[in-house]
């Protein structure tokens, strides 16, 4: 028998809020074993991994150029949208007329809305593309240090 770990129902129905927003989210953006509604922005894979420090955004856009992303940020939230351009089929007289079998590739609009677990600072945000992966690292703002207030007792 395994132990599982003592967790409040508040956290189980975080979780299970979450997992569900990330489901609807894949099911809007990408479909279910098919292709998006036509018309319908794609929304990229992302993987979000959070350090003391700062969160690390990694957003899969193979194909992409760094003129189609644009990266924007507030407090809680970040938002990444472009455009993948498909590509032309090249042109070969052999082969005058080519034609799609089977593509599961995404082309046209991205858009992804993440909203980060803590605050951030938009202003320090900093983002770059390498081998088709975009990073993005996002500064938590410093925590303040607790103070001690002492309440004074009053005589009306």
């Known amino acids: 028998m395994t132990d599982v770990p003592n ?3 508040e956290s189980v129905f975080d979780t299970l809020q ?3 927003g990330n489901l ?4 809007w953006h990408s479909g279910i074993s098919t292709g998006p509604f036509d018309g319908q922005d794609f929304a990229p ?3 979000l991994r959070e350090y003391p420090d700062r969160y690390v955004l990694m957003v899969e856009l193979p194909g ?3 003129e189609t992303i644009e ?3 507030n407090a809680t939230t970040i938002t990444l949208a472009g455009q993948k351009a498909e590509p032309a089929f090249a042109s070969n007289p052999k082969t005058p007329s080519v034609h799609m079998v089977r593509s599961d590739r995404r082309y046209g609009r991205f858009r992804r809305e993440i909203i980060m677990p803590g605050a951030i600072q938009p202003e320090t945000t900093s983002a770059r593309l390498c081998d088709g992966v975009l990073e993005v690292t996002a500064i938590k703002p410093p925590h303040s240090t607790p103070i001690s207030i002492q309440v004074k007792l009053s005589h009306s």
Do not use: D, G, K
Not at 24 to 27: G, P
């Open 18 to 20: 979450s997992e569900l």
């Open 45 to 47: 894979p992302i993987e």
């Open 24 to 27: 609807w989210q894949r099911f």
């Open 64 to 66: 992409v150029t760094r």
């Open 7 to 9: 967790r409040s129902c």
């Open 71 to 73: 990266v924007n940020a």
